[in-house]
């Protein structure tokens, strides 16, 4: 019931700046929370930032000081700004959303199709 939409990826030279956008959309649902994973090659899948509805802020220890999440003033849309990227946060990146589906009557975890950045070498 809660689909999630994600824009942004491509490459970006290591240094470089970029940012993901991700919008919920659905009805009948509230918004808990929402944020980024990332999944390297090879490696698990890893919180990358978090924000919750009240504005707190999680941050993956990799990307502390560099990455920031941010909520816009559209409803239901954060923003990952990635500033100081290096080739190691290489990664298809997807947005998360932590949501009450009163359609369903239960709490849901979506996920959106996944977007990739590539940092090289």
């Known amino acids: 019931q809660v689909r999630l939409v994600e824009s942004g990826g491509g490459a970006v030279q290591s240094g470089g700046s970029h940012r993901l956008s991700c919008v919920a959309h659905g009805n009948l649902f509230k918004i808990n929370a929402m944020g980024w994973y990332r999944q390297a090659p090879g490696k698990p899948r890893e919180l990358v930032a978090s924000?919750?509805?009240?504005?707190?802020?999680t941050y993956g220890d990799s990307v502390k000081g560099r990455f920031t999440i941010n909520r816009a003033n559209v409803k239901n849309t954060v923003y990952l700004q990635m500033n100081g990227l290096r080739p190691e946060d290489t990664a298809d990146y997807y947005c998360n959303a932590e949501a009450t589906d009163y359609s369903l009557g239960v709490n849901v975890d979506a996920w959106g199709p996944g977007t990739l950045v590539i940092v090289p070498s």
């Open positions: 924000i919750t509805s009240g504005g707190i802020t």
